[in-house]
């Protein structure tokens, strides 16, 4: 349901761009945002879009990492500058999708992950 790509391995201070496209059956899109999970640690939020235009970011990568949207292509993207070493994991998109108009039911969705990985 979620395809998300971008990934790769760079040097210290270098950019990358994920993206994650959603796909089947969508009446409307509430949630849509960016986790890590670096090894051995937990899950964390990144970056997040919450409640209409809001977006959320870790403090970590504020000033850093910017979060965006194409709402016609169901898609969201993670724009990720002066990366550091310690922001390599494996990035997850997650959607939280409504499926049908005549349902208020949302589901969440994950993404495959894609892996960043930072070298000094």
């Avoid at 089947?24 to 899109?29: D, E, H, L």
């Amino acid at each position: 349901q979620l395809q998300a790509s971008g990934g790769g391995l760079v040097q210290a201070g270098e950019s990358l761009r994920l993206s994650c496209a959603a796909s089947g059956s969508i009446f409307s899109i509430s949630v849509m945002g960016w986790y890590r999970q670096a090894a051995g640690k937990q899950r964390e939020l990144v970056a997040t879009y919450t409640s209409g235009d809001s977006t959320n970011y870790a403090d970590s990568v504020k000033g850093r990492f910017a979060i965006s949207r194409d709402k016609a292509k169901n898609t969201v993207y993670l724009q990720m500058n002066s990366l550091k070493p310690e922001d390599t994991a494996v990035y997850y998109c997650k959607i939280s999708i409504r499926r049908l108009a005549a349902s208020l039911v949302t589901y969440d969705y994950w993404g495959q992950g894609t892996q960043v990985t930072v070298s000094s």
